[in-house]
């Protein structure tokens, strides 16, 4: 009667697993023709996606060929007829779909991701672009969830087409430990110092590269409230806080965000910024946490568009003790939200 009663509870807990298939069939043609070819490394841990649950049965999340790489590389040369000269490495090196208490009703789906992109010149490799983040679903419905992913991976190597390099070459084998070696050999890390001045974007505050003629203008609390340049042929002209990434004054680092120009603190994961998603990404922006953790450059005309330079600005009182540290990507410049 127990072998019975077993066979009959299996048979239960295999009705109740279904599959959801991640298929990646929107369009990545390189526009420009630029692209060659994109090599897929495939360095995840643990080749399984996850499991999510939904109205009281068990999804697990597969890719529509278990060979990503055959299923990427393919999917590149269907969408690429005409190709140019570059050849792209896209490395993943995470992708896990879960639930964190899946009996919980109102428990939520998260898509943790981490995917970087290289270009290949000469038996050499130049960092591209990178993507890694947790996002939490506004739904648990497993298409959803498939389609996110789809999308996830979609972005990354549509911005892997227009990116440009950064940082120093590497070898082959210097591409397990790329952000190492990027980062001790930057300025920005590798520096004891920083350089003061007003930097427009990630990439020439990554390389210490300040804009030249560039100024804060502060107001009489000594509070920046605006960016001015102060190049003779166009008299001080005043530059939106949205078009800078931030600025350097006296050795301390300061981020352009919604609420304001908030410190930026290094330790030995990077720069953080302390501050709540909701003062990241207003609430009024819609998903533009989601469309800036999938679409790596554009995330600063996300932001830019949220920023107010007026009553949305952080009082100096607000008790930040309950706040978490955001980290910065350290090659990209994108929030990390854990």
């Known amino acids: 009667m127990k072998k019975v009663f077993f066979f009959l509870m299996m048979a239960v807990s295999l009705s109740a697993q279904k599959t959801e298939v991640v298929e990646l069939k929107q369009s990545i043609k390189d526009r420009k023709g630029t692209t060659k070819s994109i090599t897929v490394i495939d360095n995840r841990p643990d080749k399984e996606i996850g499991n999510i649950p939904y109205r009281k049965e068990t999804f697990t999340l597969k890719f529509a060929n ?8 393919d999917w590149f040369s269907k969408d690429n007829k005409v190709k140019g000269n570059n050849d792209i490495v896209l490395m993943l090196e995470d992708l896990k779909v879960y639930n964190e208490d899946p009996e919980e009703k109102t428990s939520m789906t998260k898509i943790k991701f981490k995917f970087s992109s290289f270009i290949k010149r000469n038996n050499k490799y130049y960092f591209l672009n990178r993507i890694q983040n947790v996002i939490t679903s506004d739904s648990n419905f497993p298409k959803y969830i498939a389609s996110q992913i789809s999308n996830v991976v979609t972005g990354m190597i549509r911005e892997s087409y227009v990116s440009l390099p950064l940082g120093s070459a590497m070898s082959e084998v210097d591409l397990t430990n790329y952000e190492k070696y990027l980062t001790e050999n930057s300025l920005l890390f590798g520096s004891t110092e920083l350089k003061d001045g007003v930097y427009k974007d990630f990439r020439s505050f990554y390389g210490q590269k300040p804009e030249p003629n560039y100024v804060t203008d502060k107001n009489k609390k000594g509070r920046v409230i ?44 990077g720069f953080y910024v302390i501050a709540t998603k909701t003062e990241l990404y207003p609430a009024n922006n819609g998903n533009g946490a989601m469309i800036g953790v999938m679409a790596g450059g554009i995330i600063g005309a996300v ?14 009182n607000v008790d930040t003790s309950e706040m978490p540290n955001v980290y910065l990507d350290s090659l990209t410049g994108s929030y990390i939200f854990n």
Do not use: H, Q, W
């Open 66 to 73: 278990d060979d990503l790489k055959k299923y990427i590389e």
């Open 226 to 269: 605006n960016i001015k340049d102060t190049n003779a042929n166009i008299n001080n002209e005043v530059i939106g806080n949205e078009e800078v990434f931030g600025y350097i004054e006296n050795g301390k680092a300061y981020r352009s965000t919604p609420v304001g120009y908030l410190e930026m603190i290094k330790d030995d994961k």
């Open 303 to 316: 932001i830019g568009a949220a920023i107010d330079s007026g009553p949305g600005r952080r009082s100096k």
